[in-house]
């Protein structure tokens, strides 16, 4: 007999990584998918990160790594928290794992109690909903919508909180709709978690050097906070590093060995060579990060421009990450070849049924009214996509 445990059966799959899946087979199939349903950089890791993670092979990096992460990358990473965020860490406060996702869930799975509230903004990442639930703990959402930027305002979040409430759970820039909170944003937030010192503050920043207006804002930059605030960052984004699995969180020192605790029974230390890899990344030369940031930013421009002139679309201009995230709900009620399209899902199958372009259908994200395109891909796929989009559209 085959029986799944409550925990998993209860556990839905990543709708980013099944949608992307989903392509990847119809491309074997020999069908011209145009993909935009993964975020991840189009971009290989830069040519000295690569040759750092060549070196630790010949140098004997083969080893397993000190659990919360190699002293010198930890002390590296406390270091670019003051260069670019002006935050003061120690390297102890720092630990190293395989990927932020690792990060967040250590952090979900050492501060979260069964029944306790994550107060977590709605458009979010499809995997916070999945934590919360693992952690058997409540998802308390704020919604918002392509009107307002996908932004929430002070009031809303001191709305949102109850006695039950342990966590705000957030990413800035978003996955999936691209907002970037301002520095005036934060302190309006801060401002109400003052009031709630039982309330720990995940902020995850993976998306930071992918920030096109202003300025990249941490909420731990707020001394009255920083001692409930936990900053989650990774590799993968900014240097085009997902496959390596390196990400971290910066915390309290008792949050940072709760979470060396939990990863010392579950994984122990991430991938020697990424680590020594990761130290280069992270101390060493940006220019490759900003180059790669202009070509998003382009594609942003690009992609906005385009989607704005696809007739029942309504679209937003997003300052950050490579995501855009439009209102399709328009087109719900419509039927194609007999088929019903009834939410954001449906409408993300029909795009790729019918204009063999994979996206991502906004119901995992909380807000069934839109879907996710990721726009790390080539200008002329991006031109190709919506172009195929239109097309479909006009069948509807
Ligand atoms: N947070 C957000 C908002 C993300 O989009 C991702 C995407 N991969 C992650 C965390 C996890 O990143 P990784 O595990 O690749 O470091
Ligand atoms: N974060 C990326 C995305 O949202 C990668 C896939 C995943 O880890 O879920 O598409």
Redesign the pocket.
Known sequence: MEILSERINRLSESATIKMAQLGRELKAKGKDIINLSL?EPDFDTPEHIKQAAVKAIHEGYTHYTPVPGYPELRKAIAEKLKRDNDLDYTAEQIVVST????S?INVVLSLINPGDEVIVPSPY?V?YAAMVQLAEATMVNIPTSVETDFKFTAEELEKAITPRTRMLLY?SPC?PTGTVFSKDDLESYARVLEKYPDIYIVS?E??EYITYEGKHESIAQFDFLKDRVIV?N????GYAM?GW???YIAAPLWIAKACDKIQGQFTSGACSIAQKAGETAVSGDMTPTFRMREAFKNRRNLIVQLLKDVPGFKVNNPPGAFYVFPDVSAYFGKTFDGDLIKDSDDFAMFLLSEANVSTVGGKSFGDDNCIRLSYACSEENIRKAVDRINNAVSKL
């Not at 990774?234 to 984004?237: R, W």
């Open positions: 975020g990927g932020a996702k690792q967040l990442w995997s990413s996955n995850d993976i998306y989650v990774g590799f993968s984004k997902t699995r390196l990400g």
